[in-house]
């Protein structure tokens, strides 16, 4: 990656952070140029100024967990209009713990908890809530393992959904510096999506609404597979493709 190839607005938040770190106006130019090093190198903008805005709150970031993408952010629309109040609230695979913070957020009186299999995630995710001041259940389990009652009305889960084939495609980026475990999904990009769909079997909820983000490649095969949920359907992302599914109990 040459300078040529960042554009101008991304080297002007550059300098901003240049000047957040040294304090000063005018004498941060050694800061700057060694934030551009790290973005000449490929390091995503979003770890470099360390947080990115999550719907209406503010996410630290760095090399612990995934950056938060806009089909993330846009999830919270499709839970506001497929739940009113829920009381419960499970997050699996919590990350930064963005989804988990906003529905905090969103519905201050609800009891939140939120699980990841990385205890680096868990550690920013505690940070971010501190940050926030929203108050959360974080805690490692490997999908529901640790998850001591399953007595929630609301389950989300953004989990790893990228086949492991198709990982060598993505943006290099994306594959030289955010954390494979948050993106490699198995050999059909469905390993923990099924898991968790087999761990939730069995649950005894009589309104139990599930919101997934998935893949598009495997959106409408995952939807009919759904056989022991009353109601099932797909939602469509901000470019209109399937990317969530929402089924209730």
């Known amino acids: 990656m040459g300078i040529q190839s ?11 952070k240049a000047k957040e770190i040294t304090g000063s ?7 700057y140029t060694e934030l551009l090093s790290r973005r000449l190198n490929g390091e995503p903008l979003q770890y470099i100024e360390e947080y990115v805005p999550f719907y209406s ?45 906003m529905m905090k957020k969103l519905f201050p009186d609800s009891v939140v908890h939120a699980v990841d299999i990385s205890n680096d995630a868990l550690s920013l ?6 940050i926030n001041n929203l108050e959360v259940n974080f805690y490692q389990s490997d999908l529901l393992s640790n998850v001591e009652t399953l007595d929630f009305d609301l389950i989300v889960a953004n989990l790893p959904y990228i086949p492991t084939s198709t990982l060598s495609t993505h943006n290099k980026e994306v594959i030289d510096h955010e954390p494979l475990i948050a993106l490699d999904g198995g ?34 095969s995952l939807l009919s597979s759904f056989t022991d949920w009353e109601d099932v359907k797909l939602e469509k992302d901000l470019v209109e493709r399937d990317r969530y599914i929402v089924a209730r109990k």
């Open 187 to 220: 050999e059909d990009g469905r390993l923990y999506i099924d898991k968790l769909q087999n761990d939730l079997k069995n649950i005894d909820s009589k309104e139990l609404v599930l919101v997934l983000e998935v893949d598009t490649s495997h959106a409408e």
């Open 57 to 101: 709150i503010q996410i630290n970031v760095d090399q612990r967990c995934l950056i938060p993408r806009p089909e993330t952010e846009y999830m919270i629309e499709i839970i506001k209009n497929n739940i009113d109040t829920p009381k419960k609230i499970l997050d699996v695979g919590t990350g930064t713990g963005c989804i988990a913070l």
């Open 6 to 16: 960042i554009p101008e607005h991304e080297l002007a938040r550059l300098r901003e």
């Open 125 to 130: 995710a505690k940070e971010n809530a501190e």
């Open 25 to 31: 106006q005018f004498d941060y130019q050694s800061s």
